[in-house]
């Protein structure tokens, strides 16, 4: 059986994100404690990575998700996140269909 190109982006993108992910859970578990800055920078990750997937949504895509996007970040400062998720799965199909 021999593999096509695909399939070896597949797998070395997995092993890259493996090494990474085992690579910084190793490097963090040397150590008792953790600096309060290392902390405050390790929990600012993910607001930073959703960021980088819905900014370039939001402004490039269309004013169906635009509007979708700023409605999401209104719910964002009152409802919980799974709340916030449904309201953008149906904000995104009402203004898809209403807007186009």
């Known amino acids: 059986m021999e593999f096509s190109t695909i399939t070896w982006i597949v ?3 997995a092993l890259a994100t493996y090494l990474t992910r085992i690579g910084g859970h190793l490097i963090l578990s040397r150590f008792k404690t953790i600096h309060p800055r290392v902390e405050a920078a390790l929990n600012a990750v993910p607001a930073a990575v959703l960021t980088t997937l819905v900014a370039p949504a939001a402004v490039f895509t ?29 904000a995104v199909l009402a203004f898809r269909a209403l807007i186009g």
Request: charge should be negative; glycine fraction near 12%; proline fraction near 6%.
């Open 11 to 13: 797998l070395a993108g």
């Open 62 to 90: 269309g004013p169906a998700e635009t509007a979708t996007v700023i409605v999401c970040a209104l719910a964002a400062f009152y409802l919980p996140g799974m709340a916030v998720f449904v309201i953008g799965w149906a």
